[in-house]
Antibody
Framework: EVQLLESGGGLVQPGGSLRLSCAAS????????MSWVRQAPGKGLEWVSA????????NYADSVKGRFTISRDNSKNTLYLQVNSLRAEDTAVYYC???????????WGKGTTVTVSS | DIQMTQSPSTLSASVRDRVTITCRAS??????LAWYQQKPGKAPKLLIY???SLESGVPSRFSGSGSGTEFTLTISSLQPDDFATYYC?????????FGQGTKVEIK
């Protein structure tokens, strides 16, 4: 069964950092691009970042560029999102998702919650 | 950046109603469009990809159409399990954008 399991969320003060992880199973992880999508409380979905299967290509939403870094370890079947300089507006559930070759997100994790508050 | 605009934001409907949600792209995206369903507290679920292809396991009452800049999601006969929020999403040049969502409520 194809599965994604996020972890690493928590309560952090403004300006703080976290590293989110997404453990993948049930598919050839290195063959697929992966993405992070977030959802602030009561709001819609916002694409955050994506990375190619070999890690060679990355992209970020303007709202997180320069503060967030996406990476992956294909030997561990794990996707990461390093989130730095956190702001209150970064408070959200963070989902990882598998990117199909045609660009849609066909498998999603259950999400991990990041709360930025003093 | 490509912007996606969904309408309506909220839709009130009854069981067995035919429901249509519209999504417009700020520039042409061919058929690089997907639709997702999300229920409270749950991750989004893929319904439609490539504008009109039904994801495996999704009931046939869901259908998608459109190309270029205008797209629709249709539920032919609304069922109790379909009350949820629906999002369109485009993919272009390694960048993704979601519509703001359409909440389908019980009338």
């Amino acid at each position: 069964e194809v599965q994604l399991l996020e972890s690493g969320g928590g309560l952090v003060q403004p300006g703080g950092s976290l590293r989110l992880s997404c453990a993948a199973s049930g598919f050839t992880f290195s063959s697929y691009a992966m993405s992070w999508v977030r959802q602030a409380p009561g709001k819609g979905l916002e694409w955050v970042s994506a990375i190619g299967g070999s890690g060679d290509r990355t992209n970020y939403a303007d709202s997180v560029k320069g503060r967030f870094t996406i990476s992956r370890d294909n030997s561990k079947n794990t996707l990461y999102l390093q989130v730095n300089s956190l702001r209150a507006e970064d408070t959200a559930v963070y989902y990882c998702a598998k990117v199909h070759d045609w660009g849609f997100l066909d498998v999603w994790g259950k999400g991990t919650t990041v709360t930025v508050s003093s | 950046d490509i912007q996606m605009t969904q309408s309506p934001s909220t839709l009130s409907a009854s069981v067995r109603d035919r429901v249509t949600i519209t999504c417009r792209a700020s520039q042409t995206i061919s058929t690089w469009l997907a639709w997702y369903q999300q229920k409270p507290g749950k991750a989004p679920k893929l319904l439609i990809y490539k504008a009109s292809s039904l994801e495996s396991g999704v009931p046939s009452r869901f259908s998608g159409s459109g190309s270029g800049t205008e797209f629709t999601l249709t539920i032919s006969s609304l069922q109790p399990d379909d009350f949820a929020t629906y999002y369109c999403q485009q993919y272009n040049s390694y960048s993704w954008t979601f519509g703001q969502g359409t909440k389908v409520e019980i009338k």
